[in-house]
């Protein structure tokens, strides 16, 4: 009788975190390659023109870089808030509550102010916004051990109606009756690089914040409290380490550049508020929130690994969108593959905690 | 199943051997249960009463021996079989569905049924429990009741999957002196039925009060088997703790400096809300060595939490070097000098996940050399990580591995070596060598020494009657959280701290030079 012997591993092996990520990857687009047969369509076929979509070509790129904006900014943060093992789902709602207060500096600032410092105001809003968001979630868990899953999952929705009740009410532009406000004047929306819609002032900000989350985690006193406390709880509260103050930073922080994202969307692509801001425009196509998640994940919650995802994801969703397109691949098949490469990830952190041997037993 | 005659034996386990990694677990050890019977199993944590009773419970298989159920040979491969042999376990923590009836959990436990059985199992229940007077409410949920009510339904249980040969690993841990009455009774009751029981136990006073027969364990070896009538409290308390010669140490004179800690009247709360430490007084001066010494669970563990902020004080004062720091947070322990080697190593003392170099700083990353304002300095963490893995002979392949793959001895190394070379004024260490291999253990106690010569005051806690001996220079013996009495180590015997160990308070040691 051949037996498996599986026995917890008290640190999994470097090699093996890296492995996950690509194996994840792998098993993903298999499985994916599977329901794309079934809906009668050649998958190396689709792959190559989901692939070529995405990164093939300078406008491709350009698209791509375009979607990564919001990801990055959202997916670093969420690897930080993951490192502390504090479970943010909220982004989505933290990047609209984000693009709101940013709005309402844009358009409602009842004084004048030079463009630039308008402009910076609006990300300050949008920052403290989506911050403020967080910031109750964690108070709540650290104060009266509430879930943070469920309560910023239950915000999204919360936010989301909020949005909604302005866009269709008090905000809402005069003229033909669309749920937008008015157009954000052209001095407050952002440059984009020649020729593509790459609002490179949020891009920029955004691999700010990849460094700064960078050397936060890997160099300061408090990135090492956040390590320590993300990994062993117990051992923080030994050392001395005070974890509320660990779970209200990594939550301000994550929060505040989902806000950043979300005002960088108004002002660097709608130039006005509407549904649909946090990319969740499409059919099946969930918010850049949610898919931020994933990207966190795949770049194994580090600073340089979610930023790269960032641009892996933004590169598939702007390959499924041609795929549609050309093809007439249902988009739903990316988001299904998306979610299969999560379901992977997971599964494999969690599988290379353990270590398994084969045994021939008695 | 026959019933079996009284006087028959039931249970007899023949030269069991059970190995675990470096420990010999049982040793050779025979044991046998008759009907009518009422068997106490005694002695210290680890010395192999659990391991032995998990063997005839099917949780384990022995390595050598033979166990034999009512004259015949069996293998008992898992739980299952030991219950279809009729032998019943009551868990020291109770296993149980804290929102369902007491009758859901009977059930969950005993029917064979793919369906749920109603109105037929409070039948039964109820029969059964009027029968041995096991009274509880059936239709009670479980999270309603007290530990007493709890313990019947345990063993409504077993006995209502038909177990006649009982085991019960430490029954009176949970119990009120009114509960433990109760208990007591329902067992004669059911001994006086035919029924087999075993009862695990290192609490002397039970096993005279209740026991038929005792066998003691000491170390994975069995000491003795004797009817209770012919035993004394001496005797138990000798064949527990034994008698061997002591190992050496090299343990230099200290002369004592200043009172370093002074604890007045602790009263600690457990987890399970009960007072655990009960007015616990001490005092430890530099260069000494505190030792306390008491089974496991008697409050050692809540009150060396409280010494290091990591448990709330609820009454009582805690001074440490002239100040108060009965409300101080673990952190304001950290920064006052106090160390800690903790006894969950790797749950506590280790984030198994990052680096050897990593886990020598958890407790002074804050300060310089390692930090300045918000930056670490790396290089000054690698250079000092480098000299402590040398200086305390740290086996990694490197600083950068993570701490969690290194053997259980290089593990405490580690720890000592984070904990002693910030020259802490006070220095708490619990179990330091449990579960070493005997050169990391020499090592250990080593270094301990070592820092009693820097005059750090040590509270040294250990279930090691030989480890807390040679290294203290005074005792304190904890039982169910008072302590029992505080002596210097070179004026007591093993039996008489056996003797406080098991419940006796010094004062009442025939002999005793107080």
New interface residues.
């Given amino acids: 009788m051949l037996g498996l012997k599986i026995e917890k591993?008290?640190?999994?092996l470097?090699w093996v975190e890296l492995g996950i990520s690509g194996l994840s990857i792998v098993i993903a687009l298999l499985a994916g390659s599977v329901l794309i047969w079934t809906q009668g369509f050649s998958p190396l076929h689709i792959y190559s023109t989901l692939f070529s979509g995405g990164f093939g070509s300078f406008s491709a790129i350009a698209k791509t870089l375009t979607k990564t904006i919001p990801l990055l900014l959202i997916g670093v943060g969420l690897a930080l808030a993951f490192k502390a093992k504090a479970w943010n789902i909220g982004a989505p709602g933290q990047m609209i509550i984000g693009a709101i207060a940013g709005t309402g500096v844009a358009l409602f600032l009842p004084f004048d102010l030079p463009a630039p410092a308008h402009i910076a105001l609006m990300f300050i809003a949008g920052f403290a916004a989506g911050a403020g968001l967080a910031a109750i979630c964690a108070f709540l868990n650290t104060k009266i051990g509430l879930d943070m899953v469920v309560s910023t999952l239950l915000l999204n929705y919360v936010v989301l109606k909020l949005l909604k009740y302005l866009i269709y009410g008090p905000w809402q532009a005069p003229g033909w009756g669309f749920p937008y406000t008015k157009e954000l004047s052209a001095s407050l929306q952002l440059p984009t690089l020649a020729g593509t819609r790459i609002h490179y002032p949020t891009l920029i900000i955004g691999i700010v914040a990849v460094l700064l989350i960078y050397v936060l985690m890997r160099?300061?006193?408090?990135?090492?409290?956040i390590?320590?406390f993300g990994?062993?709880p117990?051992?923080a509260?030994?050392?001395?380490?005070?974890s509320f103050k660990i779970i209200i930073l990594v939550m301000i922080i994550s929060g505040g550049l989902a806000g950043l994202a979300g005002i960088g969307e108004v002002a660097g692509i709608h130039h006005l508020l509407k549904e649909g801001i946090d990319g969740s425009g499409l059919a099946y196509v969930s918010s850049y929130g949610y898919t931020a998640i994933i990207v966190a994940w795949l770049g194994r919650r580090s600073a340089l690994g979610s930023a790269l995802a960032a641009f892996f994801i933004a590169g598939i969703l702007v390959g499924g969108y041609g795929v549609q397109l050309i093809e007439g691949v249902p988009f739903a098949m990316v988001s299904a593959i998306l979610g299969l490469i999560l379901i992977s990830l997971i599964g494999g952190a969690i599988l290379a905690r353990y270590k398994f041997t084969f045994r021939r037993g008695r | 199943m026959r019933k079996p005659r009284m006087e028959e034996t039931v249970v007899e386990m023949k030269g069991i051997l059970k190995r675990f990694p470096g420990v010999l677990a049982n040793d050779h050890i025979d044991f046998d249960v008759k009907a009518g019977e009422i068997h106490a199993l005694l002695g210290e944590n680890g010395a192999g009463k659990t391991t032995l009773m998990n063997i005839l419970y099917g949780l384990y298989k022995q390595d050598e021996g033979e166990i034999c159920i009512r004259g015949k040979k069996v293998t008992i491969k898992s739980p299952k079989d030991a219950i279809d042999l009729g032998i019943g376990m009551v868990h020291q923590l109770f296993k149980q569905v804290p929102r369902h009836t007491v009758a859901a959990n009977i059930a969950l436990a005993s029917s064979p049924d793919f369906f749920f059985p109603g109105s037929k199992a409070k039948e039964k229940i109820l029969r059964i429990s009027e029968e041995f007077g096991l009274k509880v409410d059936p239709d009670a949920e479980v999270w309603q009741l007290s530990a007493a009510e709890r313990q019947k339904v345990e063993l409504l249980k077993v006995l209502c999957r038909g177990a006649e040969i009982l085991i019960l690993d430490e029954p009176t841990s949970t119990l009120t002196p009114q509960g433990k009455k109760g208990l007591f009774s329902q067992l004669k009751e059911m001994k006086k039925k035919g029924y087999a029981i075993i009862f695990i136990t290192h609490k002397l006073d039970e096993v005279l009060e209740i026991s038929d027969r005792c066998t003691v364990l000491r170390k994975g070896k069995k000491v003795k088997t004797t009817p209770t009538s012919k035993a004394t409290k001496r005797f138990l308390a000798r064949w527990m703790v034994g008698r061997e010669v002591l190992f050496k140490v090299k343990k230099k004179t200290v002369k004592k400096g200043k009172i370093v800690l002074e604890v007045k009247k602790l009263r600690v709360l457990g987890d399970r809300g009960e007072t655990a430490v009960k007015k616990v007084s001490f005092s430890i001066r530099e260069g000494e060595i505190l030792g306390i010494a008491g089974i496991g669970g008697s409050g050692q563990g809540e009150l060396i939490e409280a010494l290091?902020?990591?448990r709330k004080i609820e009454e009582g004062r805690l001074i440490l070097s002239g100040k108060d720091m009965t409300k101080a947070?673990?952190?304001?322990?950290?920064?006052a000098g106090v160390a800690?080697v903790?006894e969950?190593r790797?749950?506590?003392?280790?984030?198994?996940?990052?680096s050897v170099k990593?886990n020598l700083?958890?407790?002074d990353?804050?300060v310089p050399p390692f930090?300045k304002r918000?930056?670490?300095n790396?290089s000054a963490i690698n250079r000092s990580a480098k000299e402590k893995i040398s200086r305390y002979n740290v086996i990694t392949p490197s600083p950068d591995t993570?701490?969690?793959?290194l053997s259980g001895g290089n593990i405490q190394r580690l720890i000592l070596a984070r904990e002693t070379s910030g020259e802490p004024k006070l220095l708490i260490v619990a179990y330091p060598t449990y579960g070493l291999d005997v050169g990391s253990v020499e090592s250990v106690r080593e270094l301990l020494l070592k820092q009693r010569e820097r005059k750090s005051a040590i509270l040294l806690i250990s279930e090691d009657l030989d480890e807390i001996m040679t290294m203290s220079d005074r005792i304190a013996v904890m039982y169910e959280g008072k302590i029992m009495g505080i002596v210097n180590a070179g004026e007591v015997t093993r039996e008489e701290i056996g003797l406080m160990m098991t419940g006796t308070p010094w004062r009442e040691i025939p002999n005793a030079r107080a």
């Fill in positions: 591993r008290a640190a999994p470097p160099r300061t006193k408090l990135g090492y409290e390590r320590v990994e062993n117990k051992a509260e030994y050392a001395g380490i005070n | 290091t902020g990591l947070s673990p952190r304001e322990f950290v920064d800690y903790p969950k790797v749950e506590v003392g280790l984030v198994p996940t990052m990593e700083i958890l407790k990353y804050r930090s918000v930056f670490l790396l993570p701490a969690g793959i």
